[in-house]
């Protein structure tokens, strides 16, 4: 019986065999690549190297952390905000009307120097409030318009502000261009005049590349509701710096925007009186007005996030080390024998 079933068992395996197409495997060809056989550092974590490791990036990030606010602390500062202090108090119930009006917005702000502040001095305008990261309001632009007079024509991204009334395409079109900041700010200290330099605070790039030497704006501010600043159609927009500096959309709703550089020393507890003329409408979204005054350190501006970042990291690997040192110390714990890990085995240890 056994070995009657035996030969069926082995005639149907046959007829399998002969009768059965061979299926295609579709396993990958083998290499050490992809089965993640090739040679790699595989670190066994023993107390001392855990202890190390931590240590050697207390030692590395606490320094660069301290060095870094050194710097930033080396940055002096001021700002002002003006938005209020910048309509009449009669006014200040409906501050919309007023910006809207035709209204005289001369205002006349004064700012104390704290500290001895080296040249160049920044001049910056800071926006609060402000969401020009909106995806609508990014999107509204024609940057081909901006490089090419041949493309004065290609709006379609632009509206509602890409056609002036009757008078065809606007130069630069687009929501970004149209709400161009319009204040302006003239400084004087004892009654002597601070010029503020309004060359080179566009990037090198944009002049060069994303606007042309031969684009002239047309038709600016000619959609019928005015948005912010109007441009001279006489200069070219490679040259139209507060239009570039203003056209690299922030990604935040607070940021400063580059408006012009001061080239001489300012003396502590000097008095700088500023004339403004207060046009831009920010108050139809609860919007913040300031004005600043900054200098440089080889960090660049004031911000303490990077050095306060690199001490946080430092000191918590500087307390992991310390924990661990103490942890191995008052409870040892003995070590696996490595040799028994998978690739120190050799081919046939079992």
Same mark, same amino acid.
């Given at each position: 019986?056994?070995?009657?079933?035996?030969?069926?068992?082995?005639?149907?395996?046959? !007829?399998?065999? !002969?009768?059965?197409?061979?299926?295609?495997?579709?396993?990958?060809?083998?290499?050490?690549?992809?089965?993640?056989?090739?040679?790699?550092?595989? #670190?066994?974590?023993? #107390?001392?190297?855990?202890?190390?490791?931590?240590?050697?990036?207390?030692?590395?990030?606490?320094?660069?952390?301290?060095?870094?606010?050194?710097?930033?602390?080396?940055?002096?500062?001021?700002?002002?905000?003006?938005?209020?202090?910048?309509?009449?108090?009669?006014? +200040?119930?409906?501050?919309?009307?007023?910006?809207?009006?035709?209204?005289?917005?001369?205002?006349?702000?004064?700012?104390?120097?704290?500290?001895?502040?080296?040249?160049?001095?920044?001049?910056?305008?800071?926006?609060?409030?402000?969401?020009?990261?909106? +995806?609508?309001?990014?999107?509204?632009?024609?940057?081909?318009?901006?490089?090419?007079?041949?493309?004065?024509?290609?709006?379609?991204?632009?509206? #509602?502000?890409?056609?002036?009334?009757?008078?065809?395409?606007?130069?630069?079109?687009?929501?970004?261009?149209?709400?161009?900041?319009?204040?302006?700010?003239?400084?004087?200290?004892?009654?002597?005049?601070?010029?503020? &330099?309004?060359?080179?605070?566009?990037?090198?790039?944009?002049?060069?590349?994303?606007?042309?030497?031969?684009?002239?704006?047309?038709?600016?501010?000619?959609?019928?509701?005015?948005?912010?600043?109007?441009? &001279?159609?006489?200069?070219?927009?490679?040259?139209?710096?507060?239009?570039?500096?203003?056209?690299?959309?922030?990604?935040? #709703?607070?940021?400063?925007?580059?408006?012009?550089?001061?080239?001489?020393?300012?003396?502590?507890?000097?008095?700088?009186?500023?004339?403004?003329?207060?046009?831009? &409408?920010?108050?139809?979204?609860?919007?913040?007005?300031?004005?600043?005054?900054?200098?440089?350190?080889?960090?660049?501006?004031?911000?303490?996030?990077?050095?306060?970042?690199?001490?946080?990291?430092?000191?918590?690997?500087?307390?992991?080390?310390?924990?661990?040192?103490?942890?191995?110390?008052?409870?040892?714990?003995?070590?696996?024998?490595?040799?028994?890990?998978?690739?120190?085995?050799?081919?046939?240890?079992?």
């Amino acid at each position: 019986m056994s070995s009657h079933t035996a030969s069926s068992s082995n005639v149907g395996n046959g !007829s399998g065999d !002969s009768g059965v197409p061979k299926r295609n495997s579709k396993r990958p060809k083998y290499s050490k690549f992809t089965q993640q056989e090739l040679p790699a550092c595989k #670190p066994i974590l023993t #107390p001392r190297w855990v202890v190390s490791t931590f240590m050697l990036i207390a030692i590395v990030f606490i320094p660069i952390g301290i060095a870094c606010l050194i710097g930033s602390r080396d940055v002096v500062e001021v700002v002002e905000r003006y938005e209020t202090k910048c309509i009449p108090v009669l006014n +200040r119930t409906n501050k919309v009307q007023f910006i809207q009006s035709d209204a005289d917005k001369t205002c006349t702000i004064s700012m104390t120097i704290p500290k001895r502040m080296k040249q160049p001095i920044y001049v910056y305008y800071q926006l609060d409030n402000f969401y020009q990261n909106h +995806r609508r309001y990014v999107k509204s632009r024609s940057d081909e318009q901006l490089k090419s007079v041949s493309k004065e024509n290609d709006t379609s991204a632009c509206k #509602p502000e890409d056609i002036a009334n009757g008078r065809g395409a606007i130069v630069p079109c687009g929501l970004i261009a149209w709400s161009l900041f319009n204040d302006t700010y003239s400084f004087s200290r004892q009654n002597q005049s601070l010029t503020v &330099n309004k060359k080179g605070i566009a990037w090198k790039s944009d002049k060069q590349k994303r606007f042309g030497k031969n684009v002239f704006p047309k038709n600016f501010q000619g959609g019928g509701l005015v948005g912010g600043a109007t441009l &001279n159609e006489s200069i070219p927009l490679n040259e139209q710096e507060d239009l570039m500096v203003w056209m690299r959309t922030a990604a935040l #709703p607070t940021f400063r925007k580059l408006y012009g550089k001061i080239e001489v020393d300012l003396e502590e507890k000097e008095v700088i009186n500023v004339t403004l003329m207060n046009y831009y &409408n920010t108050y139809s979204f609860n919007g913040k007005k300031k004005l600043v005054l900054s200098t440089t350190s080889w960090i660049g501006g004031r911000n303490d996030f990077l050095g306060i970042a690199y001490l946080t990291v430092g000191m918590i690997s500087f307390a992991l080390s310390m924990g661990f040192t103490i942890v191995y110390f008052v409870k040892p714990r003995r070590l696996g024998d490595p040799t028994f890990l998978s690739w120190n085995r050799g081919p046939g240890s079992n």
